[in-house]
């Protein structure tokens, strides 16, 4: 499985954005995640979707301004991001994994992207 996360760049406090995963390759993908690190810190839980029914789990003090999303026709996952702030900063990874129901921890997602920084300037 290969996964490939972009839409990353410079913003400013205020813009939005929107990320893209595209998933590929032989496996079991029932869910994708995305996580993000900020400089000096944990990797943390941002939001999960499930491909079957599109089920959604957000990071409950983000899930005002996140939008997550799948096109099944292009495997591709969405993130979108609304009202960002500085301490949106950080790299953002997305991640899938084969349990059939959603979850936060990152140690039950086998297959990680490279990641997309995300900078948000003010």
């Known amino acids: 499985v290969q996964l490939q996360a972009s839409g990353g760049g410079l913003n400013q406090v205020g813009d939005s954005l929107r990320l893209s995963c595209a998933v590929s390759?032989?496996?079991?993908?029932?869910?994708i995640g995305w996580f993000r690190q900020a400089p000096g810190k944990e990797r943390e839980f941002v939001a999960a979707i499930r491909w079957a029914d599109a089920e959604r789990l957000y990071k409950d003090y983000l899930k005002d301004r996140l939008t997550i999303s799948r096109d099944n026709a292009k495997n591709t996952v969405y993130l979108e991001m609304d009202s960002l702030k500085a301490d949106d900063t950080a790299v953002y990874y997305c991640?899938?994994?084969?349990?059939?129901?959603?979850?936060?921890?990152?140690?039950?997602?086998?297959?990680w992207g490279q990641g997309t920084l995300v900078t948000v300037s003010s």
């Open positions: 991640a899938a994994s084969a349990l059939g129901h959603i979850t936060r921890n990152p140690a039950l997602y086998p297959y």
């Open positions: 390759g032989r496996g079991i993908t029932n869910i």
